[in-house]
């Protein structure tokens, strides 16, 4: 279904003016020595795979490449800190990396830097069914531990829609939301402890820490958003919740954006408890969708300018289906909604979000995508989509080929403040980008609002803080960088 | 009912090893003109007003006292970074103090620190009902910000039997747990944003941050539960969530721990989304309620070993209720329980809580208390408290007067594997101190548990982290006050 995978610019060449920081040393047959003297041979892959090579230098948007001729896939937590301290002291570059399926450039090299892939520590820990305590490796797949858990009928407090490829290191370190942030809330109240390399090799871990506690400043909270710029997560402790015993969903077509706010609000009082999702896209979203998935059928009887879908999860099903009923009719009554779709059972539910959750993908199968993550005040919320629409409709690059942009689209979490913009393209062009950046920007700054909701920095953003954070801020986080990593040698070119 | 005030002997003759810090200058007539030349008369308090002063330097718990001479209530930041900025360049010492309900002793001074209280900074900035943020003043007092978020319908996601007393800003530096820990989670989840004076004076904020904020190291973590030694919180932004409409109550007694285990793992199944509060009392602590409580008919027929306190919150009364009584039917069926109670209405529910409320209040009733906040795995959880009175009965000193120790008393937060351990005394002794301590430490490191799950470190833990935390850990804990806080005039001789 998806298009050819064409293959991105190398980011060096891309982005001139980003230079190889020359203090890192250039790998060498004594490194391979040293490095084939502590792992086997199924933990490294160099130039003799140079297939595998190209798919850890590659982001998931086709948009950044990189250049580096080593992969490490260490399985235990004692190699990844040997290979750290080596690393370290000859100041060899490295960029860890999860499942690479991060959307600002953060998961792969900009130049020749060592990937250090998490993939082969992939081990479930301990899970502790009184407390919910889940504890694994960090190159987990996300897919993997939900399964683990609703085995042990639980759930991960996190869900989002790559999670067959995304790691939870990885969603740890990029302090992920997803789809069910509302009900769950943040990593930052579910992570209950980390294993972490620091650079210089040391293990630092409060793996086993219990569901409280407040012994000292709480260091793991550093790690959660940090895209391994400090540190490579090795380890994760998270509460698991109760896996639910009902869930439900219902999709609608509404008109305006007015209208999703209210449901919104209606939704959080009505629905309170077992309000489990709001998310919502526009009419681009799902026109791309619709395209993507062609052989599926679409839920509603017409297209409309703006969907919702609401997840209920509780532990009654005669009782949340009371409500979610309730709600569905009201709605409608009220002439709220335009048209709205209940899920009869457990395959509906799952159809329901296949319509959201291939957004991203669908989006992503013309070429690649420019994509920006923001937090906004609801009220704000889908103006910046509708703006950015107005200014590349203007330039005439919106349309059939030969125009570079197939669409320009906008959906996410509503329940979060959290809108994702999707610009479907052809190709990346500068013009494009030019028009984007720093358009979108400074129209957030002007708002008050965030340049990165859950996506985070990496690449992408690098330079780019100041839109939401002071000057103080960014002296404290580069201090924190510093004093983490002296060397610089943990993801260079990004972040911060 | 409480018992007369004594007064507590002061900290710097209880623990003599502890020295002051000859780094720290000694308040003169200059440092004194500066501060009446920035504030106000209402926002000093010296020795003018000998009362005043002497609470602001002893604890709640009656066990530390201070000797400061000058306390500073100022009502803006402005002049919260004024202050500190005078202080660090002088380097005088100070202790930021909130409601001054904490029990590790953090909030006082051990010798002449300047106390800085947060009292005038007491006004709610900001609430919108859509996203739930509230935003407002570090002073603002617990019980204040719940009327005020009562009153437009949401909650605020923490609440604890201090509320009368504590403020939000205090609550943040403490990363206090509370009551409802179980259903809204941990504080690190919650605060948006916070608005920070640092030691030097600079004002350090993101408390305008939105729901989800991916740009950069999350600083603001830091200082929740930071306990005021590298930074004075003076604004915070929180999640409120919606107000329930429904909620309900059931006080249970029970015979022994493994049925208080039992009964929670069948709650967090059954109750699921609705149970918000799972808590527990041994015998020792509901005694010394009945006493202290003494009007007040207690709500079951017998005395039990155990009694928990179960609560729900809902949107649906209906649903809740049923769900409810299904649960105290099965429970009392199966004859998991020996008795059990369901509020009638807003009234009993109230007068249920009170019985758990009260428990603090009832134990610091006889004189003083030695108290204990720890955190272990929940088949461990009673354990502590049953060998801590094994080793006092032992000793002989549990009794009537004039035996030291009235009661040795368990309770707490089972849903979040944290108990508390009051020691009801009627003086504070060295002997009682000497088999609580390093006795209670030794237990809780040999199950692996927390000596601190949510009331902090202190004065009282100070020099006790190595039970819970690593060498490495420690050490990065000093590096972070030590950038912080350079000259170590926050919140000296106390955390790490
Ligand atoms: C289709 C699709 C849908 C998505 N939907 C959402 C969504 O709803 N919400 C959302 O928040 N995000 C979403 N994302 C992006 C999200 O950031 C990633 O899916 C996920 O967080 C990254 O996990 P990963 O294991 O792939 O990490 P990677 O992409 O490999 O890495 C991400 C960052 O973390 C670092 N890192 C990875 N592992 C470690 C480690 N063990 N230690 C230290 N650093 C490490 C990397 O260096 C990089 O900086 C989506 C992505 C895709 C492709
Ligand atoms: C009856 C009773 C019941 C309690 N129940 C619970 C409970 O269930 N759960 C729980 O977690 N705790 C409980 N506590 C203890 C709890 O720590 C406090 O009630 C609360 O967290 C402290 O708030 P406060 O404003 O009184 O802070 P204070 O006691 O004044 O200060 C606490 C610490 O924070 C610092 N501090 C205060 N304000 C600021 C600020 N603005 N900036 C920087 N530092 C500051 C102080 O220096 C001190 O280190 C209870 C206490 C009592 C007396």
Redesign the interface.
């Known amino acids: 279904m998806t298009a050819a995978h064409p293959v991105a610019q190398l980011t060096a060449e891309a982005y001139p003016k980003v230079k190889r920081n020359p203090n890192f040393k250039v790998l060498d047959s004594e490194d391979l020595a040293y490095f084939r003297s502590i792992l086997s041979n199924d933990e490294i892959l160099n130039s003799q795979a140079p297939e595998e090579l190209a798919s850890f230098n590659q982001d998931w948007m086709k948009k950044y490449r990189g250049q580096s001729n080593l992969i490490l896939l260490p399985n235990s937590t004692d190699k990844v800190s040997k290979i750290m301290k080596y690393c370290n002291d000859k100041k060899l570059a490295v960029v860890p990396q999860g499942g690479n399926t991060d959307l600002v450039g953060a998961s792969v090299p900009v130049f020749d830097e060592i990937v250090l892939s998490l993939r082969n520590m992939n081990k479930v820990r301990d899970f ?4 919910g305590t889940f504890k694994c490796d960090a190159g987990v797949v996300m897919r993997d531990a939900h399964q683990f858990l609703h085995d042990h ?1 639980h759930i991960f407090p996190l869900d989002l829609p790559s999670r067959n490829n995304c790691q939870v290191g990885g969603v740890v370190s ?2 992920a ?1 997803g789809l069910n ?1 509302l009900r769950y ?2 990593l ?3 992570v209950l402890g980390l294993e972490v390399v620091l650079p210089n090799g ?5 793996i ?12 793991k ?2 790690f ?3 895209e391994g710029t ?1 540190g490579v997560v090795t380890g994760v402790s998270i509460v698991a919740a ?1 896996k ?2 009902a869930l439900n969903a219902v999709f609608f077509g509404i008109e305006n954006f007015d209208t999703v ?1 209210k449901l ?2 209606k939704a ?7 309000l489990s999702a709001f998310e919502f896209m526009d009419r681009g979203s799902i026109e791309c969708t619709i395209e993507y998935l062609k052989d599926l059928p679409f839920p509603l009887e017409n297209q409309h300018n703006f969907y919702v879908l609401i997840e209920t ?4 099903k005669r ?1 949340d289906d ?2 979610l009923t309730a709600f569905l009719k009201d709605t409608t009554d009220s002439k709220l909604i335009s048209e709205g779709m209940m899920a009869k059972d457990k395959a509906d539910f799952d159809r329901l979000w296949t319509w959201r959750k291939s957004v991203p993908t669908a989006c992503n199968s013309y070429g690649g995508m420019y994509k920006y993550d923001m ?5 704000d919320l889908y103006s910046v989509s509708a703006a950015v629409t107005e200014r590349l409709n203007a330039a005439g690059l919106i349309g059939d080929a030969p125009k570079p942009v197939v669409k320009s689209c906008g959906y996410g ?1 509503v329940g ?3 809108i994702h913009l999707n610009i479907a393209v052809r190709e990346f062009t500068k013009q494009i980008e030019d028009l984007l950046e720093p358009f979108v920007y400074e129209y957030i700054a002007s708002k ?10 990496g690449f992408h ?1 690098k330079g780019k ?1 100041h839109y ?3 000057d ?3 002296r ?2 580069k ?2 960088k510093n ?1 983490y990593d002296p060397n610089g040698i943990l993801n260079p070119y990004k ?2």
């Open positions: 502790d069914p009184v407390s009928d990029t302090n939301g942030f809330g943040s930052h109240g579910n040391e293990i630092i871990s409060n086993n820490a219990l569901r409280k506690d407040n012994t000292g400043y709480d260091l909270q550093l959660i958003g940090a400090i109760a639910p015993k706010q919104f609000v959080k009082s009505e629905l309170s408890e077992i999860s509780g532990s009654n009782h009371e409500k937090s906004l005040q609801l009220k979490h979060d403040g959290n008050k609002g965030s340049i990165s909701a859950e996506h985070g920095i953003k803080l939401t954070r002071s103080i801020e960014i404290f986080m201090d924190i004093h972040y911060i």
